[in-house]
């Protein structure tokens, strides 16, 4: 047993060897920039929330000196300095932690700012679950934590798995996901939508569509929905207001009380791009077919 035990270690060593990032280490993002790092970074700034959650689930929070207004998980980034947004940034807070690396998106033009300021930046953030999966292997390489992104990765593909094999002897769910109550929805090829095609559900918006359409109200009349998932509702918009809509008295989702409320919590659990993804999943069955999981 003990013998074994070694092996096991001696293996695991191993594995975390040639998962090791080897530095220099020049990458590309998805601005097309190169970003040449000589070491593993130990001063991080994360401009983006799902960046700052996978920071942390790669075990290296404690590299965190900065994270932007809206990064509040995990719980211990709450005492470090809030910098705005990547929209509207505190430039001057930023700069003054000596940052080696910042992490922030490619529409806002931060990127631009920081680079034309020396530091070192790295502008991307997935916008599909595909997509979220490989950007765990990529803040891997960046940060020295292959092993980590390998694992975390694998957490998520299990527990996906596992929704995914009760869901598949179960009906698929039709559903009117409303952003906003524009309202805006998001379509099959989506993050959201490929999220809710793994929980067992369809959303109602057709791929031509598009990914995030903005949807007829008399559309969603005639489709139907068996649920209605209101992401609006931390932003003011309550139930009693989406079925005082003209015609959705009678939708199946309302007549059968399945026009839900989503909270912050849950809000941010679904449309953050990163290390909680399989939990979005576990969320979504369950609030699809309550009674299964």
Known sequence: MIKRAMV?????????????TNYPLTVRDQLGHELTLPRAPTHIVSMIPSDTETVCA????????????????????????????????DIERLVALKPDLVLTDEYSGLAARLEQLGIPVYAGTPQTYQGALDFLGVMGRLLDRQTAAALVRGRIEGQVAAVAAKVAKLPRVSVFVELDATPYS????????????????????????????????????????????????????????AEARPGWSGLRAVRDGRVLPLDQQQVDILSRAGPRMGDAVVLLAKLLHPGHF
């Open 8 to 20: 096991l270690v001696v293996l695991l060593l191993a594995f975390q060897a040639a998962l090791a």
């Open 58 to 89: 790669l075990g290296a929070c404690d590299a965190l000196v900065g994270v932007d207004a809206f990064s509040d998980w995990p719980k211990q980034v709450a005492s470090l300095p809030h910098l705005g947004n990547a929209n509207a940034p």
């Open 186 to 241: 998001v379509g099959p090829g989506s993050y959201l939508g490929t999220l809710l095609e793994k929980a067992g559900g369809r959303t109602i918006v057709t791929r031509a569509m598009g990914e995030y359409p903005q949807v007829d109200p008399e559309y969603v009349v005639q489709q139907d929905p068996q649920v209605v998932l209101l992401m609006d509702a931390p932003y003011g918009q309550t139930v009693a207001k």
